[in-house]
């Protein structure tokens, strides 16, 4: 079975930057896309950004392009999301996902590591 786990998330001060990391493992494990969400208190998780494995394509939604980055390791399963400039609203549970290969959507999730930001 496939598992995915994040972590590196912690309460930080407007203007910080943090660094989440995700590790995806199992066998086998193909990757069809990698990618980061969030949820607030809202009903829905919202798409933050995700890059596709085999050649690195990054996509970003326009509420965090030129502060986050996107990044992977393919070597070891993983991926990073480099978070500079955080704002009070960015405070959310962060979540990473795995397309699997053979699968239309992702279909593998983490549990979370939560990011909060102070004023």
């Known amino acids: 079975q496939v598992r995915v786990a994040e972590s590196g998330g912690g309460l930080v001060q407007a203007l910080a930057s943090l660094r989440l990391s995700c590790a995806a493992s199992g066998r086998p494990l193909p990757i069809v896309a990698m990618g980061w969400f969030r949820h607030t208190p809202g009903p829905e998780r919202e798409y933050l950004a995700s890059?596709?494995?085999?050649?690195?394509?990054?996509y970003y939604a326009d509420s965090v392009k030129g502060r986050f980055t996107i990044s992977r390791d393919t070597d070891k399963s993983m991926i990073f999301l480099q978070m500079n400039d955080l704002k009070p609203e960015d405070t959310a549970v962060y979540y990473c996902a795995v397309q699997r290969g053979g699968a239309d959507n992702y279909d593998t999730w983490g549990q979370g590591t939560q990011v909060t930001v102070s004023s």
């Open positions: 890059i596709r494995w085999s050649r690195g394509n990054k």
